[in-house]
C-alpha cells in the first residue's frame, strides 16, 4: 500500500527492519513501572474502554494493554511495513486490532470520538507536521477521553550528542527529537482543547509524558 509519510519515515528510521529491532529491544525501558504508574494514578480509563495507539511500531505496548485490560477495544495504528509485520500477529495474539494507516495524511479510518484512551509514544516527533498528530488524538477521543503524549523533549546539543559526531544526520535527528520544550507539548494540547492533568520528565529530561483531558 502507498503511504505518503514513508518516504520521511525511512529518512529518519534509516533502516527499517533494524528500527523496528531497536523498538522491540527498548520497549521494556518505555513501558516500565514509571508509565503503568502513570497509567493508573493519571489515565485510569473507564471499564471495557476502547484504547487506541497510534504509531503502535511493532506493537509491544499492545499485549500490555490487554493484560491490564481484558475487556477493552484495543487497537494499533501503524504505516511501516517492518513494524506492521511484527504487530499483527503480536495484536492477533492478545485479540488486539491493527489498523493500516498514515496518521500524517488525514484521518485514519476510525470513527470520530471513537476512543476513551489515545496513546501516542515517540510518534509526534516523527511527523512532518507535528499538530496534526495532536489534531487526530482530539478528533478520535471522545468527550473527557485521556490523550497521551509521550516524546523527545527539547535539550541543550552537546547533551543531545553525548560524545557523539556532528554529522548531518545527527543533527537532522536533533531537529527532530529537540523540536519541542514540555512547555510547547502542553501548548500543542491546549490549543486542541485539552486539559493538562499533569506533565512527567523522563531520563534525565531526555522525554516527557503529557496527560491531558479532552474538553466537551
Ligand atoms: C519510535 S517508534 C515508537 C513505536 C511505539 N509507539 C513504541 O513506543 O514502541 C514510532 C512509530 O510511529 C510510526 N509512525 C511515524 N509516523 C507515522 C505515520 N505518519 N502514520 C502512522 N505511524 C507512524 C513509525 O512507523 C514507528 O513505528
Known sequence: MHHSSLPHLERH?????????????TAVGRFGPIW???????????AAPTLVDLGTGPGMLLPQLRARHPDARIVGVEVQPAMLGHARPLAAGCGAEIVEADVGAGPVP???GVADVVTAVHVLHELEHPPSLVAEMRRLLAPGGVAV???WVKRPLAEYLDGA???PDTLQHFREHCLFTPEDLEFLLRREGFAIRETIGRRGGRYAIVVAERGA
Not at 13 to 23: I, K, P, Q, S, Y
Open 36 to 46: 503503568w504508574g502513570v497509567w493508573d494514578q493519571l489515565v485510569r480509563p473507564v
Open 13 to 25: 528510521h534509516r533502516d527499517f527492519e533494524a528500527f523496528r529491532d531497536t523498538m522491540i529491544e
Open 110 to 112: 476510525l470513527p470520530d
Open 165 to 167: 559526531p556532528l554529522t
Open 149 to 151: 503524549l509521550y516524546d
